[in-house]
């Protein structure tokens, strides 16, 4: 069997912000038994204190991994979001500081489709006011501002993973879908491109949001794109909350132009169940308000927890970094009983291989198999040797100028 250079009873893992029990069950089974799981997510001063001795760290959206949070962590070794959203990591300091990012990337993707298919069918229907009034014992029977899905249009923002199934589900309803997204995306059953957003806009009885947190997306939808939506028309978020502009909904709600909204994404969330939520948003009785869980079935979640810890054994174990988000990718095969691995991950300038093989035909080590695999200003570079012991040459290519990591299996 493979040993690592660390020893699996000795790699530290940590599970944080409730990540399924199903990834601790899958590191356990593997061998690995450091194991600390919170449900909560820490502050940036507890974070960095757990990240000065964690080699594998799970979170989900939450945890901000980004800036001075990162400088504690020389440890860690890979990051696993447990989620699709990868925008509370900053992966480009994590890839020059070599530690590769996986995520979920469709695991969770139904259960978000059918959530936001459900708030449309309730917002149509004005059920939101309808249930808030009778929990105070107030009788409101009306058809006023109650329709079906059937023949109105959904606009999509955003026609990935997420916007495509929803408009499966908006379709089978009897809904038109039209929808716009920066990439050049195929048509699914009778929905339309549109050139723009601000075209988009006025055209639609509903109005949701898939796109990622990027500097494209913050704000996308203030004031002047509320204003270019019909009125009576809603808007639903279950993307992330920097995308909205909150006070502006509030404004566009009070002045009855919106006629209601469903918000699972907030730009300030609270950081577990214990804490307060705040928002303006509490006011509106025409408002579905939801605590961010589009993605949180039983179903999605452990279909998340497998995936992603899968992802982070194979990683630890092997070396493999298929899918990850920000590194490299390469599929490695299983490591030949007689060989080490040694694994280099440098920047990439010219000139690295020819001294990384300096290292080892320097110490008369044969190079049984070797993989690479670049991406921007990083390498990774695995070899499969012949050596009885592995420190000098860790310590020969730890001292090559750009070197950025070394890993040994054996
Ligand atoms: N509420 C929740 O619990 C969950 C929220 N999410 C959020 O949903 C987002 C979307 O998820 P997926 O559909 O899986 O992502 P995806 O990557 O499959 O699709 C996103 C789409 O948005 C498009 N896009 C990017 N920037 C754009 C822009 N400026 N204008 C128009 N289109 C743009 C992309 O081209 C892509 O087609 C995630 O990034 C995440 O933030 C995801 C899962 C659960
Ligand atoms: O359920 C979660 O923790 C976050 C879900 C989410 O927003 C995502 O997958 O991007």
């Not at 469903?262 to 950081?271: G, K, L, R, S």
């Not at 299983?334 to 990384?356: C, F, Q, S, W, Y």
């Not at 049984?368 to 290519?397: F, H, P, R, W």
Request: glycine content about 8%; charged content about 20%; overall charge negative.
């Amino acid at each position: 069997m493979t040993k690592l250079s660390l020893s699996k009873e000795k790699i530290k893992v940590v599970l944080l912000e409730g990540v399924h029990p199903d990834a601790e069950k899958l590191f356990r089974k593997d061998g690995y038994d450091n194991i600390h799981v919170y449900n909560s997510t820490p502050n940036d001063d507890e974070l960095q204190n757990i990240l000065a001795d964690t080699h594998i760290l799970g979170i989900r959206s939450r945890t901000q991994l980004k800036g001075q949070n990162l400088d504690t962590c020389e440890k860690l070794m890979a990051v696993g979001t447990f989620c699709i959203g990868t925008n509370q990591v900053d992966l480009d300091q994590c890839k020059s500081q070599g530690i590769p990012v996986f995520n979920a990337p469709f695991s969770n993707t139904r259960s978000v489709a059918e959530l936001v298919m459900a708030e449309i069918i309730l917002l149509l229907r004005g059920i939101p006011e309808k249930n808030a009034k009778a929990h105070r014992g107030q009788w409101f029977k009306s058809a006023l501002n109650s329709n079906e899905t059937r023949g109105k249009t959904l606009g999509i923002v955003g026609f990935g993973h997420i916007g495509s199934q929803l408009c499966i589900l908006a379709e089978a309803m009897g809904m038109k879908v039209k929808y716009y997204d920066i990439e050049n995306k195929l048509p699914l059953g009778n929905s339309e491109a549109v050139g723009s957003l601000e075209e988009l806009l006025p055209q639609v009885d509903v109005l949701s949001l898939h796109v990622p947190d990027t500097e494209l997306t913050q704000e996308m939808i203030g004031a002047k794109e509320l204003a270019l939506l019909p009125k009576g028309s809603f808007l639903v978020n279950a993307a992330r909350g920097q995308i909205v502009v909150i006070d502006d909904l509030v404004k566009s709600l009070k002045m009855g132009h919106l006629n209601g909204a469903a918000i699972d994404v907030f730009p300030t969330e609270p950081a577990s169940n214990n804490d307060p939520f705040e928002s303006p948003l509490l006011a509106f009785d025409n408002v579905i308000l939801t605590p961010h869980i589009g993605g949180s079935t039983q179903e999605a979640q452990v279909n998340i927890a497998n995936e992603v810890a899968d992802k982070l054994i194979k990683y630890s174990n092997n070396g493999s970094t298929s899918s990850a988000v920000n590194f490299p990718e390469v599929s490695l095969p299983a490591l030949h009983a007689d060989l080490t691995r040694v694994m280099h991950i440098h920047e990439n300038k010219p000139g690295m291989l020819e001294r990384i093989n300096h290292a080892f035909s320097s110490q008369s080590i044969n190079i049984a198999a070797m993989y690479l695999q670049t991406s921007g200003d990083v390498g990774y570079v695995i070899m499969d040797v012949n050596c009885e012991s592995s420190d000098s040459i860790v310590k020969q290519l730890n001292d090559i100028d750009g070197t950025i990591r070394v890993r040994v299996l054996h």
